[in-house]
């Protein structure tokens, strides 16, 4: 609450309009106080545009400024009172996507082992993770911290009402586990794995039934008939799982000099001591020349693009063994089913199961670019009477003014499911 706001009514409607995002006091006199809201890190954007929005759809006056970080800072002003906020990422910097996924995986685990197994709307459902007690689901301190910050943070989602009915979907599946088989313990495999289970495992949570055996699961969300990403990678870290420093570093150098250094910018642009400067240049590039950056990012995915397929064609063995240590991520000992959350129910997906008992047959493989997306890219796996298709993309997947071509070289890589044919 800011204090220094002496009329209830307007203070009153301060607080209504600027709810669901929550937000703390960092400085007050009696002309301004400055407050920070804090959000994922790639979000802030969205933040500030739709609590711009908000208070200017409640006839407030709203000033925008560059002041305040990359993001920028808003100035809301109530009669002779400033209100200057700020937007900075929570603990940890965040991002939406990891935001999202931890409401899929947290809220359901949270809700079970305190012994809730139905609610009647996603406000009751946030209500209650709220207060609800750790329940052993946080496997150590660090974990439980995080935990808290982003159950605290969870209504700056733009995708909260969808990932909080897609957590009731995964606890109606968490249910339906425990009538087959009585659950005694569930955990968070967030950063901590259970005792037992490899640090490398693909299990977003884990169950330990009653019998002492133990079940990991992989969870995704999204719509009923949509193929949500199995993989998320960048290309950095799939040039490295590879082995190929080589070409990793002849990609950083293809990049920089067909399209960082076109628009001014020196080598080491990001640097810490280089990047906002570099950022800002990049914008004002942007804002001039929006074709020619436009192209300039189709240009940087062509070349991106080119050099992962020329690596995953490079060698056979060394792609069937990224498939099976970085795509299936199989363990014996801790078995894994993958569930997808769509709306409030859920099924399971089997594309894993199905890529997982053909590498066997695998004979030859073929990388090469989609014919009709920019973005997309697929890879051949080819047997005598059989072709597993696997569907991947490389894409930007920053928010602005952080992504494209701010993004550099090292953009996302996802693995979208599979096609079979023969």
């Known amino acids: 609450m800011i204090s220094a706001l002496k009329n209830k009514k307007e203070r009153d409607k301060f607080e209504k309009t600027i709810s669901p995002y929550k937000y703390a006091v960092d400085a007050t006199t009696s002309k301004s106080t400055t407050i920070i809201i804090r959000s994922s890190t790639n979000d802030r954007g969205r933040v500030k545009s739709d609590v711009e929005s908000k208070f200017k759809r409640a006839n407030f006056i709203v000033k925008q400024s560059r002041s305040g970080g990359s993001t920028g800072s808003t100035e809301i002003i109530l009669d002779d009172h400033t209100v200057k906020v700020l937007y900075k990422p929570a603990a940890g910097g965040m991002s939406e996507t990891t935001l999202n996924s931890t409401i899929t995986e947290l809220c359901p685990s949270l809700a079970f082992m305190n012994g809730k197994k139905t609610f009647k709307d996603v406000n009751s459902f946030y209500d209650f993770i709220k207060v609800a007690k750790p329940a052993g689901v946080y496997l150590n301190s660090n974990d439980a911290k995080a935990g808290q910050q982003f159950i605290d943070v969870m209504p700056g989602s733009s995708k909260f009402k969808e990932k909080m009915e897609n957590a009731i979907g995964i606890l109606k599946f968490l249910v339906e586990k425990d009538k087959e088989s009585p659950i005694s313990q569930l955990y968070w495999g967030y950063r901590a794995k259970p005792t037992g289970v490899p640090t490398s495992h693909k299990g977003d949570i884990f169950i330990k039934f009653s019998t002492g055996q133990m079940l990991g699961v992989s969870l995704k969300a999204g719509g009923e008939k949509t193929a949500e990403p199995q993989l998320n990678t960048y290309v950095n870290k799939m040039f490295d799982d590879y082995g190929n420093e080589k070409a990793k570093q002849a990609l950083i150098k293809e990049v920089y000099a067909k399209i960082h250094s076109t628009i001014g910018l020196p080598e080491n642009w990001q640097d810490r001591s280089r990047r906002t400067q570099s950022i800002e ?113 490389v894409r930007s997947n920053k928010t602005d003014p952080d992504n494209k071509v701010a993004q550099g070289y090292n953009l996302a890589i996802k693995f979208n499911g599979i096609t079979i044919k023969g």
């Not at 020349?289 to 693009?305: F, G, P, S, V």
């Not at 890529?355 to 990388?367: H, R, Y």
């Open 281 to 393: 240049l990049i914008i004002k590039y942007k804002k001039k020349y929006a074709q020619k950056y436009e192209d300039l990012y189709d240009q940087m995915l062509e070349i991106i693009r080119g050099r992962i397929i020329q690596n995953v064609n490079a060698s056979m063995p060394a792609t069937i063994d990224y498939i099976k240590k970085q795509i299936l991520k199989k363990d014996e000992s801790v078995p894994l089913v993958v569930v997808k959350a769509y709306g409030t129910n859920y099924k399971f997906v089997t594309d894993e199961d199905a890529l997982d008992g053909f590498i066997p047959e695998i004979k030859s493989i073929k990388a090469y670019p989609s014919k009709s997306s920019k973005q997309n890219w697929h890879i051949d796996l080819i047997g005598k009477k059989k072709t597993i298709t696997m569907n991947m993309t």
